[in-house]
Antibody, heavy 122, light 108 residues
Framework: QVQLVQSGAEVKKPGASVNISCKAS????????IHWVRQAPGQGLEWMGI????????IYAQKLQGRVTLTTDTSTSTVYMELSSLTSEDTAVYYC???????????????WGQGTLVTVSS | DIQMTQSPSTLSASVGDRVTITCRAS??????LAWYQQKPGKAPKLLIY???TLENGVPSRFSGSGSGTEFTLTISSLQPDDFATYYC??????????FGQGTRVEIK
């Protein structure tokens, strides 16, 4: 079935970087955008960025510009999200999610990964 | 950025109740609005897109309406499985995509 499977929980120290993977299966990987969304404990959803797996074109949230990088590995149908210079405010569950229609930017998110908890603590 | 404001923040209701959640956008977004349901420890689940189109497999007791800046999600007869947090999301202005702050539906 169509699914996104993310890598496991991470514990990082302030100032470090984290790299989370999101492996797609059950559909043609390179014709759907992949978004990243995070959710701090007890808080709402915050959009982080989007990548076009066929071109590697990206758009990032202005708040995270310079700290977040999205990449793809089409050979394994995997998207990676790297977040650098971590602080305690980056402690959150990170989700990848698929755009609902083929390569349509203004789109809802129909398939979500299970989430990856990143804890930033000294 | 387009701001999305949901009301109420928390809603107490009983099984069988009709429930309505409102989402307002800070500027017109046409019909480019989605609703998601999230249960504790789980990823959000898409319920409705394009303001009123039900995602495949979503029960027909869920419905959405609205356009421009004001939207509603209605659950016609609340079921035990529906106690969760609901988020609206605009995708008209796609940088950034923005969510409402969430509405928690709890048991009365």
């Amino acid at each position: 079935q169509v699914q996104l499977v993310q890598s496991g929980a991470e514990v990082k120290k302030p100032g470090a970087s984290v790299n989370i993977s999101c492996k797609a299966s059950g559909y043609t990987f390179n014709i759907y955008y992949i978004h990243w969304v995070r959710q701090a404990p007890g808080q709402g959803l915050e959009w982080m960025g989007i990548i076009n797996p066929s071109s590697d074109n990206t758009i990032y949230a202005q708040k995270l510009q310079g700290r977040v990088t999205l990449t793809t590995d089409t050979s394994t149908s995997t998207v990676y999200m790297e977040l650098s210079s971590l602080t305690s405010e980056d402690t959150a569950v990170y989700y990848c999610a698929r755009g609902r229609y083929e390569l349509v930017l203004n789109d809802a998110f129909d398939i979500w990964g299970q989430g990856t908890l990143v804890t930033v603590s000294s | 950025d387009i701001q999305m404001t949901q009301s109420p923040s928390t809603l107490s209701a009983s099984v069988g109740d009709r429930v309505t959640i409102t989402c307002r956008a800070s500027q017109s977004i046409g019909g480019w609005l989605a609703w998601y349901q999230q249960k504790p420890g789980k990823a959000p689940k898409l319920l409705i897109y394009k303001a009123s189109t039900l995602e495949n497999g979503v029960p027909s007791r869920f419905s959405g309406s609205g356009s421009g800046t004001e939207f509603t999600l209605t659950i016609s007869s609340l079921q035990p499985d529906d106690f969760a947090t609901y988020y609206c999301q605009q995708y008209n202005s796609y940088s950034p995509w923005t969510f409402g702050q969430g509405t928690r539906v709890e048991i009365k």
